[in-house]
């Protein structure tokens, strides 16, 4: 290897400091604070039009905030070109060049720096083989799989050692299969190379597979910040628990409040514990119970030791690993994820069936209301 030839990040942290965007009257990104700790990877996550992919530009330079600060380390990047940034981009139509060799593809950035000869052979060798590409190199984008072209889309972002890594959607145009499968390249890709990685994605179980740290955002701003587990076992508001994951949200009204937690009414009078209530839930209020499919038993008749509502069965849909109980519980739909592996408790309740949901106060969470985005 020649000397001075690697490809490896700086693992630097990222600062996005209170940055806003508007286009003409509408305010696309308002007031953002995000940070990336050195070497980690965070995604931001929302539906259509909250903002994820203007705040990914921004940090491109792409796009330029009305106001706030970015940084890289101690590096302001709000007046630095685009090509001075340090930034790898992997879009999510890859936009490799289809007349190009998978090598030339790879070295294009490097001789947009002037690199060329033994070192960029060497450093697009050694992308090639970060990204499982070795054989591939005198191909056309044309005679490879969309697995393969995204391999070739993050091994063009990679070798040049960018600061940051920024990934747009990156693996949006494969199927489920072939996307599970770059989900575990694309981290050890990222975790061999130590690149600070900002990843935009509309997908919550991509979000929560690979990322450090997840921003979920919506209308412009961000919602809830946390690692995978904080923001799926303890979502900041309905809007969070009900874009993160599958969960129940059950109307009931605060009737006590019990340190951490609460104890409510629900709609039938029924009483409903809970480990943990928001603050802004004093009694009296409206609020939202939340409890995930996966945390209810169904169960024949009630039992004290659980909170627990009568329902009926509506509906079952068998997955494989699950089973999926579709249940009317006065009025509102709520569903119960029955595991089916080895081992699990076989419930062979069918519709029309009467049940009883059941789950403990530590699976319960009390927010207050607030409409669906």
């Not at 931001?44 to 491109?60: E, Y």
């Not at 600061?163 to 949006?172: A, N, R, V």
């Not at 946390?226 to 923001?231: L, R, S, V």
Request: glycine share 10%.
């Amino acid at each position: 290897m020649a000397a001075g030839i690697g490809i490896k990040g700086d693992g630097v942290p990222v600062s996005i400091e209170k940055v806003s965007k508007s286009y003409g009257s509408y305010l696309a990104v308002r007031d953002v604070s995000i940070s990336v700790e050195a070497g980690s990877i965070v995604s931001l996550l929302g539906p259509s039009g909250c903002g994820k992919t203007t705040v990914l530009r921004m940090v491109a330079g792409l796009e330029t905030p009305d106001a706030g600060t970015i940084r890289v380390g101690d590096r302001v990047l709000n007046d630095v070109p685009v090509w001075k940034r340090g930034v790898g981009m992997v879009f999510q139509s890859y936009a490799l060049f289809p007349h190009m060799s998978v090598a030339e593809n790879i070295a294009f950035g490097l001789r947009m720096q002037g690199m060329r000869g033994p070192d960029a052979r060497e450093q697009v060798r050694q992308a090639m083989d970060l990204t499982h590409l070795t054989g591939m190199a005198d191909r056309l984008p044309s005679q490879l799989s969309g697995g393969q072209q995204q391999r070739v889309a993050l091994a063009r972002a990679v070798v040049n050692s960018p600061k940051i890594l920024l990934l747009d959607e990156p693996l949006g145009a494969l199927d489920k299969k072939l996307r599970d499968q770059m989900q575990v390249e694309l981290k050890q890709l990222q975790r061999r190379v130590g690149i600070s990685t900002i990843m935009v994605t509309h997908d919550q179980d991509e979000a929560l597979t690979l990322s450090d740290q997840v921003i979920v955002m919506s209308n412009g701003h961000v919602e809830q910040a946390g690692t995978p587990k904080e923001i799926y076992r303890h979502p900041g508001n309905a809007f969070v628990a009900d874009f993160i994951g599958a969960a129940n949200l059950l109307p009931a009204v605060v009737s006590e409040r019990t340190g951490e937690g609460a104890t409510v009414r629900m709609p039938s009078g029924q009483a409903i514990r809970a480990s943990e209530a928001a603050n802004d839930c004093p009694p009296g209020s409206d609020v939202l119970v939340m409890v995930r499919p996966e945390n209810i038993r169904l169960l024949a008749a009630p039992d004290a030791a659980w909170n627990t509502l009568p329902a009926r069965v509506t509906n079952t849909l068998f997955s494989g690993s699950n089973t999926t109980f579709v249940v009317d519980c006065a009025g509102t739909e709520i569903t119960v994820a029955v595991p089916g592996g080895a081992g699990a408790t076989d419930v062979s309740y069918v519709v029309d069936d009467p049940v009883h949901l059941a789950w403990s106060a530590e699976d319960t969470i009390v927010l207050p209301t607030r409409p669906k985005q």
